[in-house]
């Protein structure tokens, strides 16, 4: 599944990664990809912004504001079975 593109807050640090592999076991979307002792994002559109990944780096080489923006929206709209609402302008269901 696909997000809106170029929105994701997700953001991997090289030079701090040590190719552990933890980030692409915990992302439930495939995020990540393992090769040559390095982390790479595979496809940035796909995050949800859970910050899975981020809460499990023990190096600090990834960083995501979890909890924001328009798939965080969609997800709380789901579970209290309201609107989606992002907070990014005075109608905020229509930008989500």
Known sequence: MKYLAGVSTLQLDSGRCTGCGMCAE????????????????TDKDKCMECGACENNC???????ASG????????NGMITGGEPTCGCG???SACC
């Not at 915990?26 to 994002?41: K, N, T, W």
């Not at 023990?58 to 995501?64: E, H, L, P, W």
């Not at 924001?68 to 997800?75: D, K, L, N, P, Y």
């Open 26 to 41: 915990v992302c439930p979307h495939g995020v990540f990809a393992i090769a040559d002792a390095m982390a790479s994002i």
């Open 58 to 64: 023990a190096f600090g080489a990834i960083r995501v």
């Open 68 to 75: 924001v923006g328009c798939a965080s929206a969609i997800i």
């Open 90 to 92: 005075p109608n905020d």
